[in-house]
T-cell receptor
Framework: QKEVEQDPGPLSVPEGAIVSLNCTYS??????FMWYRQYSRKGPELLMY????GNKEDGRFTAQVDKSSKYISLFIRDSQPSDSATYLC??????????????FGKGTKLTVNP | DAGITQSPRHKVTETGTPVTLRCHQT?????MYWYRQDPGHGLRLIHY?????DTDKGEVSDGYSVSRSKTEDFLLTLESATSSQTSVYFC???WGVGDTQYFGPGTRLTVL
């Protein structure tokens, strides 16, 4: 079993739809959870960063972490064509568990159609 | 975001030739990383550095070496390039716990 599993999609939605992206993981030591957005032929850029369980909201984006289920989600409300990109989940352990290394999902390619 | 530049941005080379990719950062981050990104595999860690002259291997380090003689520069060398090393290479930096990794724009390498 891979440490981090992410459905690669592709996912195609109409403009204005609510998008749900998910990752599951197996390492209970993970404490830091991130979502990166990567446009075609660009480097990944940080979208959301959360520590431990709970929700975090930033504009149209909401990140959720459920450590008991080892499951993280990213929700995009009122999706726009500019949201079309590949979304990568990433996570790392705490200070004593190798926090210097990120483990990435393979990414989900999202297309938002006008 | 950390100011990260990578050079060259594109390179085409032939099998068997040595190749060096450079990553330069302006934020004085202690940690620097080299990843490769391939379809179906996502981002995979090649090597990383936790200080000047301090480096360690990642999950796909075979065929690659690195060096870090200054805080701001991290070099990735393919001693003898092979076609399997055709990929997009990303450099990243990290300040420390509580922060996240910041990525450079990438280098697209083709080995013929």
């Amino acid at each position: 079993q891979k440490e981090v599993e992410q459905d690669p999609g592709p996912l195609s939605v109409p403009e204005g739809a609510i998008v749900s992206l998910n990752c599951t993981y197996s390492n209970s030591a993970f404490q830091y959870f991130m979502w990166y957005r990567q446009y075609s032929r660009k480097g990944p850029e940080l979208l959301m960063y959360t520590y431990s369980s709970g929700n975090k909201e930033d504009g149209r984006f909401t990140a959720q972490v459920d450590k008991s289920s080892k499951y993280i989600s990213l929700f995009i409300r009122d999706s726009q064509p500019s949201d079309s990109a590949t979304y990568l989940c990433a996570m790392s352990a705490g200070v004593r568990g190798g926090s210097e290394k990120l483990v990435f999902g393979k990414g989900t390619k999202l297309t938002v159609n006008p | 975001d950390a100011g990260i530049t990578q050079s060259p941005r594109h390179k085409v080379t032939e099998t068997g030739t040595p190749v060096t990719l450079r990553c330069h950062q302006t934020e004085n981050h202690r940690y620097m990383y080299w990843y490769r990104q391939d379809p179906g595999h996502g981002l995979r860690l090649i090597h990383y550095s936790y200080g000047v002259k301090d480096t360690d291997k990642g999950e796909v380090s075979d065929g690659y070496s690195v060096s870090r003689s200054k805080t701001e520069d991290f070099l990735l060398t393919l001693e003898s390039a092979t076609s399997s090393q055709t990929s997009v290479y990303f450099c990243a930096t990290w300040w420390g716990v509580g922060d996240t990794q910041y990525f450079g724009p990438g280098t697209r390498l083709t080995v013929l």
